[in-house]
């Protein structure tokens, strides 16, 4: 290879991180805009003296918007491509961010918060897609981890952000809404000027890197070709959509994902009012004790893709990617009911902390552990769909955790329901997932 190919190769091979690193931004704000409402909930509940029943069912409605935009999301970006379905995404939460500030009753904050929810849902399956459109298999989990590392550190430095916002204007719980959507406009620019559909749509990518990204596919075609030829897949690349959704990994990944994601609708509800009522946190220490597990969650999403590819050139990627997110919820279920059950702050903080940083270990792989029985053609899809059924937990968590401590004035019950609900489907992953072997080549 001449040194002028080298030096495009390698323009193409950096800019495929590019594309990642504007992914990791929009999925910061993502989360930023989401977890403004936790933070500024004590406020709101306290202006209008809403009881923790109606905000579960506030908190709760944006999951009815947000749920079937997880399956939508994915299905249009195969259709349509990434690039524009995030887009619109983008514009839309950020709307409905901004016109969070509008709210005055219950009713009127639910019908903005289920609008809001339409722009929130894509953001998961859009991303898996983007990066199996720019990542071959083999750094597929180090590529989704990185990407989605954002989404706790956008909760990291939102809850001090917002908090200092709310300060500047007096203790406004409206001004964060406001600059936080207007800030999406510049967000939403940077993503159309950044990111293609594909590698071979953007001039500065290498032809050597298309090639590369076409090799893998052809590699994982193979792979699923000789699966079903077994009887161990769907059908092939005409299979029906429906035929992928009814495989047992799909399925029994779906489910872990809903485990996964109730604790941590639970945590991104009601951890602020748990410390406020139980704890008597006043909003400056909210800011830091709101934000350290979400630094934690940060870390645990970087480190959980790049430590399963690692651990895949040993042991197979599959069985890293599936181990980890069974043993990981095992240790989340383990570690999240003694948070309602500790005196000091510091210690809820601190194990917290560790629920956080372990669920994001976690969280890096579900999208990746599915890759090997769909074709990239369905990949949205079937990750929007598995996305889906993860946030349906969205809805009733919030909804029966309000209840419980509502009615038995207990947050260890609250929080054992929770941990019970994320180790029931780890175990049913452990027993019915499988697929075929990845490659691990470097």
């Not at 994902?257 to 008597?280: D, K, M, N, Q, R």
């Not at 630094?295 to 890293?320: E, Q, S, Y």
């Not at 949205?380 to 509502?406: K, Q, T, W």
């Amino acid at each position: 290879m001449s040194a002028t190919e080298v030096k495009t190769e390698r323009g193409g091979l950096r800019y495929r991180w590019f594309v990642l690193s504007a992914n990791f931004l929009v999925l910061g704000l993502n989360y930023a805009d989401r977890a403004a409402i936790g933070v500024a909930a004590p406020l709101i509940i306290a202006e209008y003296g809403f009881s923790k029943a109606t905000w579960g069912w506030i908190s709760a409605i944006f999951f009815v918007g947000y749920a079937p935009f997880c399956f939508i999301g994915g299905f249009t970006a195969d259709k349509f491509g990434p690039r524009k379905v995030m887009a619109w995404a983008i514009g839309w939460w950020s709307l409905f961010t901004a016109l969070t500030a509008t709210g005055f009753s219950a009713a009127s904050f639910m019908v903005i918060r289920f609008l809001f929810g339409f722009g929130e849902g894509p953001q998961a399956s859009v991303t898996a897609k983007t990066m199996s459109n720019w990542f071959p298999q083999r750094r597929l989990g180090t590529a989704l981890g990185l990407s989605q590392a954002s989404t706790p550190l956008g909760g990291a430095i939102g809850t001090p952000v917002v908090v200092a916002i709310m300060s500047a204007f007096g203790g406004s719980w409206r001004a964060p809404f406001i600059i936080l959507g207007a800030l999406g406009v510049f967000f939403l620019i940077g993503w159309w000027t950044i990111v293609r559909d594909r590698p071979a749509e953007h001039p500065r990518v290498s032809a050597a890197e298309v090639e590369e990204l076409a090799a893998d596919e052809r590699e994982l075609a193979a792979a699923q070709n000789l699966a079903t030829s077994r009887g161990e897949g769907a059908g092939g690349e005409n299979a029906s959509l429906t035929s992928y959704l009814r495989q047992p990994l799909v399925l029994t990944t779906a489910l872990s994902y809903f485990g996964y994601s109730w604790v941590l609708y639970t945590f991104l509800t009601w951890f602020p009012i748990f410390l406020t009522e139980a704890h008597g946190v006043d909003l400056k220490g909210l800011a830091v004790a709101g934000a350290l597990p979400w630094v934690a969650g940060f870390v645990g999403l970087a480190l959980g893709g790049i430590f399963t590819d690692a651990l895949g050139r040993k042991v197979g990627l599959f069985a890293a990617r599936k181990w980890t997110v069974v043993v990981g919820l095992i240790v989340v279920a383990l570690a999240f009911t003694p948070v309602g059950i500790v005196s000091s702050t510091g210690a809820a903080v601190a194990l917290m902390g560790v629920v956080v940083f372990v669920l994001y270990i976690v969280g890096a792989q579900f999208f990746a552990l599915i890759g090997p029985v769909i074709p990239k053609a369905r990949y949205g899809s079937v990750s929007g769909f598995v996305h889906f059924i993860a946030n349906l937990s969205g809805i009733f968590a919030p909804i029966l955790v309000g209840y419980l401590v509502e009615d038995t004035q207990s947050w260890i019950l609250a929080f054992g329901v929770s941990a019970l609900i994320a180790a029931v489907p780890a175990v049913l992953l452990a027993f019915f997932g499988r697929a075929q072997t990845l490659t691990t080549r470097s």
